[in-house]
C-alpha cells in the first residue's frame, strides 16, 4: 500500500518539484525549510512510496517536425474482447499516439496524435488507424490553441 503524503512539507517539496525538477537538493531543502539529509531522506520515501514516480524531459515536439495536434475519437465496431485488444495493442506501438484513453458516451477511445501536418495525419489515419478491421467510426478534432496542459499526475494528499 502506498503511503500518503505525510505533511505540508511534503506537499511543498512537491510543488518545488513541479516548477522545477531539476532543482538540487541543497535548493529544494533551502526553499522547504529543512536541512539537505532530511529533505533527501523524504524525497526518497516519497520515491519509495511512488508518490514520485518519475522525472522527465518535456521536448517540444516541433524538435520532431511534429507540428499539429489532432484528437481522434474512435468507436469499434464491436465491443468484443478479442477487438478490444487487437486495438489498445496497436495503439501502443504507434508514436502518433500519445495518449489513448477509454471514454465512456458514443465513442470507446480518444487519441491525442501528432503528425507533421494534415497531410501526414491522412497516411496515419489511412495507414494505420483504418486498416484496423475492428474500427468502425473515426471522428477527428485539430487543436488549434492549447490553452492549458498540466503533466502533473499527484496521487490525492488526502
Known amino acids: 500500500m502506498t503511503q500518503k ?3 505540508e512539507t511534503d506537499r511543498r517539496i512537491l510543488r518545488e518539484l513541479e516548477a522545477d525538477a531539476r532543482i538540487a537538493n541543497n535548493e529544494l531543502a533551502e526553499r522547504v525549510g529543512l536541512s539537505a539529509s532530511a529533505c533527501l531522506r523524504r524525497l526518497r520515501r516519497l520515491e519509495e512510496a511512488s508518490i514520485i514516480r518519475g522525472y522527465t524531459t518535456v521536448i517540444d515536439p516541433a524538435v520532431d517536425g511534429w507540428t499539429m495536434t489532432a484528437l481522434a475519437s474512435i468507436r469499434l465496431s464491436r465491443q468484443h ?8 495493442e496497436a495503439v501502443r506501438q504507434w508514436d502518433e499516439v500519445l495518449e489513448c484513453h477509454l471514454v465512456t458516451g458514443s465513442r470507446d477511445y480518444v487519441l491525442k496524435v501528432m503528425s507533421s501536418g494534415l497531410e ?39
Request: hydrophobic share 40%; glycine share 0%; aromatic share 8%.
Open 5 to 7: 503524503i505525510a505533511d
Open 81 to 88: 474482447e478479442d477487438e478490444i485488444r487487437m486495438f489498445e
Open 120 to 158: 501526414d495525419y491522412e497516411r496515419f489515419i489511412k495507414e494505420k488507424i483504418a486498416r484496423l478491421k475492428c474500427v468502425d467510426t473515426i471522428e477527428t478534432s485539430f487543436v488549434m490553441n492549447t490553452i492549458k496542459a498540466r503533466r502533473v499526475q499527484r496521487e490525492s494528499a488526502a
